[in-house]
């Protein structure tokens, strides 16, 4: 084991003041390695000093930078997570200073005009070109002028996009309810909600307390309360900031000749533009439409019913404190799934154990937990992961999955150590963390799973496989690091084994006595995927059409934006002054103008699923192989498009996925 645990670079007992540190001597030791670049003679250049040096230098500073940012999201102590944030904003700024190196890009070009390119191996050829057209798209064959207003851009961007996030982060209000204002929900989640001197309960915005009272809590006030202050997370501060960030993305994409900032990010995603983004949401929304008039109007007849039985007003309309509500009841009626009965049968542990049993049959994978591992809180736990045929060391992977103030509020992962080559040509393992806010055990009650949270797990999980099983040479392609509107695809792909009773039945057994899911129940919640998918899907269409929309003009005004939106696609009103773009992290992480992203790529999902797992079977190592080799192991290093027709055998199609969603091809 030691020697495997040699093999991770990363260490995660850095004091605020290491982080500090550690920051300014990595910008040092990296800025070195592009003046050498950069100061090379036309006459000097080679493979060796300018394609090797500058891939050798990204794969140590990835490295370097995921373990003093990372702790911003994970570290118990708020000095660390501050001093963390604070190393990501001068690292970020750094970033664009090294991205807008003239004297670098000028070598890059200058190497590609005088080399045979097509003697490079596929990697290198693909990393020069990468290269020189992320140089383009920051200005570097333009003048200098238009170069200074771009790198002061892109360093205000990072600066407030940073802000955004941690201002989410550090989101801590507290609601006090009597458990009568509470009446609904799960008496698990009410005694696990801290109490008041006078007995109420304090509920917290987190997922683990939001969701049970928006699900189940039958006082509409309660509902009320929770989701206006839900959807007014960091409304102030981070209104501020989306619009700032909105405005500057316009500029500089205007700068770089790009219509758009959709434009300019869409010119490097496999759907290429905005019109192709537009026209996908837009027919899906229509599609859509009928499915979701229907649930609509069951919602309404529901919340009549109920409202005549509390001798409560009726209002005659669904708002958005009581969309959840209805759904979860939809469900249970027209489906008879009791969701709190069924989460009894998906204790935490026992669903790890299942899940990570499919995981390592299915891609031929051993994983093995690490004793004592170093890790950052006591909650995380760190395996090894081999490959079951060679005996040959994959990589490492961490779950960190309890909620605690100040950490990550959603799911992810988070690639901590690239899978790729060495300066001396040896592997570098790679190293994933999956991040998740599930629900912690109690003296009486083991951490109990939502069959939502089992796909949540699954997903994510996926992503740390991604992360792990990809053998790129060159950072730059290592893991998930393909175009960002397929980068879901092979999670998505891996939660339809929640929804297959063979899979299924190998993750879950009752927290008492261990007892199966009856059979009865299983084929509920599978019949039960499409439950609601009008209203789902249509929430989804709403996001990525409000991400499209604010990034296809010069300034947004998003309360506005959001609510004209949301009434036209959802049909579901926004709250008065709310602003749910104020706590919608994607935007200001990355999946800016590609948040439609996820429902894009579900189109290749499904595809893949249907066409190979389905028809040779969700087990099967074969296909798992298949799947591990041509959609996992290149990462980044081939376009999605044809990582795609080497699996499938052919072009991608609509078909399963339009089935999937309860619609016709």
């Keep these: 084991m030691a020697t495997y645990l040699e093999r991770i670079k990363l260490t995660w007992?850095?004091?605020?003041?290491?982080?500090?540190?550690?920051?300014?001597?990595?910008?040092?030791?990296?800025?070195?390695?592009?003046?050498?670049?950069?100061?090379?003679?036309?006459?000097?250049?080679?493979?060796?000093?300018?394609?090797?040096?500058?891939?050798?230098?990204?794969?140590?500073?990835?490295?370097?930078?995921?373990?003093?940012d990372f702790p911003q999201h994970v570290s118990s102590k708020k000095e660390i997570r501050e001093a963390s944030t604070e190393a990501d904003k001068k690292l970020s700024e750094f970033d664009v200073e090294m991205s807008m190196r003239q004297d670098v890009f000028d070598n890059l070009v200058a190497f590609q005009e005088k080399t045979d390119v097509s003697k490079l191996k596929p990697e290198a050829k693909r990393y020069l070109e990468k290269l020189i057209k992320l140089g383009r798209r920051n200005g570097l064959h333009l003048n200098k002028e238009v170069q200074e207003k771009i790198k002061t851009m892109k360093k205000r961007a990072s600066d407030i996009a940073i802000d955004f996030n941690k201002n989410i982060n550090d989101e801590n209000t507290v609601l006090e309810f009597t458990e009568k204002e509470l009446d609904g929900v799960p008496a698990d989640a009410i005694k696990r909600f801290e109490k008041t001197s006078d007995g109420k309960c304090k509920v917290t915005l987190q997922y683990p307390d939001y969701f049970p009272v928006m699900k189940k809590c039958r006082v509409p006030e309660t509902r009320q309360k929770m989701e206006y202050a839900f959807n007014s997370r960091c409304k102030e501060?981070?209104?501020?900031?989306?619009?700032?960030?909105?405005?500057?993305?316009?500029?500089?994409?205007?700068?770089?000749?790009?219509?758009?900032?959709?434009?300019?990010?869409?010119?490097?995603?496999?759907?290429?533009?905005?019109?192709?983004?537009?026209?996908?949401?837009?027919?899906?929304?229509?599609?859509?439409?009928?499915?979701?008039?229907?649930?609509?109007?069951?919602?309404?007849?529901?919340?009549?019913?109920?409202?005549?039985?509390?001798?409560?007003?009726f209002d005659g309309k669904i708002n958005y404190w009581d969309m959840r509500y209805y759904m979860t009841i939809a469900e249970e009626r027209e489906y008879s799934i009791d969701h709190n009965k069924l989460k009894e049968y998906f204790p935490?542990?026992?669903?790890?154990?299942?899940?990570?049993?499919?995981?390592?049959?299915?891609?031929g994978l051993k994983f093995k937990e690490v004793p004592n591992p170093p890790v950052w809180h006591e909650d995380v736990q760190m395996f090894t992961v081999v490959d079951a045929e060679s005996g040959k060391f994959m990589g490492h992977f961490f779950l960190d999955l309890f909620p605690r103030e100040g950490k990550f509020s959603h799911a992810a992962c988070f690639g901590l150590q690239p899978g790729c080559l060495e300066p001396d040509g040896s592997r570098q393992s790679a190293a994933a963390a999956m991040v998740a806010n599930f629900t912690k055990p109690t003296a009486d009650q083991p951490s109990l799973l939502t069959h939502d949270d089992v796909e949540t797990f699954f997903h994510e999980f996926g992503h740390v496989m991604h992360q792990i099983c990809a053998q790129a040479e060159i950072s730059l392609f290592s893991g998930t690091r393909v175009e960002r509107d397929f980068v879901e695809a092979p999670s998505q792909m891996l939660e339809n084994w929640v929804w297959e009773k063979e899979s299924l039945s190998r993750m879950s057994k009752h927290y008492k006595d261990g007892s199966p899911i009856p059979d009865e129940l299983m084929e509920k919640l599978v019949k039960a995927r499409?439950?609601?998918?009008?209203?789902?899907?249509?929430?989804?269409?709403?996001?990525?059409?409000?991400?499209?929309?604010?990034?296809?003009?010069?300034?947004?005004?998003?309360?506005?934006?959001?609510?004209?939106?949301?009434?036209?696609?959802?049909?579901?009103?926004?709250t008065p002054?709310?602003?749910?773009?104020?706590?919608?992290?994607?935007?200001?992480?990355?999946?800016?103008?590609?948040?439609?992203?996820?429902?894009?790529?579900?189109?290749?999902?499904?595809?893949?699923?249907?066409?190979?797992?389905?028809?040779?079977?969700?087990?099967?190592?074969?296909?798992?192989?298949?799947?591990?080799?041509?959609?996992?192991?290149?990462?980044?290093?081939?376009?999605?498009?044809?990582?795609?027709?080497?699996?499938?055998?052919r072009e991608p199609s609509q078909e399963a996925f339009l089935v999937s969603k309860g619609l016709q091809a």
């Design 13 to 68: 007992d850095l004091s605020a003041e290491d982080i500090k540190n550690r920051a300014e001597s990595l910008k040092t030791t990296v800025k070195d390695v592009y003046d050498k670049v950069g100061a090379l003679k036309a006459d000097e250049l080679s493979y060796e000093n300018i394609i090797q040096a500058l891939s050798n230098n990204d794969s140590y500073y990835s490295v370097q930078r995921n373990m003093l």
């Design 237 to 313: 501060a981070n209104t501020k900031i989306m619009e700032e960030l909105v405005e500057i993305r316009d500029k500089k994409s205007k700068l770089l000749d790009f219509p758009t900032h959709a434009a300019f990010v869409l010119d490097m995603r496999m759907a290429k533009n905005p019109e192709t983004v537009s026209t996908f949401l837009k027919d899906l929304s229509q599609k859509l439409r009928p499915l979701q008039g229907k649930e609509l109007k069951r919602f309404l007849e529901y919340k009549e019913e109920e409202c005549k039985k509390l001798g409560i007003s």
């Design 348 to 363: 935490l542990d026992h669903v790890t154990v299942g899940l990570l049993d499919i995981y390592q049959e299915l891609l």
């Design 530 to 574: 499409n439950a609601n998918a009008g209203v789902f899907n249509q929430r989804q269409i709403l996001l990525g059409t409000f991400d499209q929309t604010i990034h296809t003009r010069p300034t947004a005004d998003t309360q506005a934006i959001y609510a004209e939106i949301s009434k036209d696609v959802l049909q579901i009103p926004a």
């Design 577 to 649: 002054n709310t602003n749910m773009c104020a706590s919608f992290g994607h935007l200001a992480d990355g999946y800016d103008a590609q948040y439609y992203g996820y429902l894009w790529s579900e189109v290749y999902c499904m595809d893949m699923f249907h066409s190979r797992f389905k028809k040779e079977g969700i087990m099967s190592p074969k296909v798992g192989m298949d799947y591990r080799k041509f959609i996992l192991q290149p990462g980044g290093s081939l376009d999605a498009i044809d990582m795609l027709k080497n699996f499938l055998g």
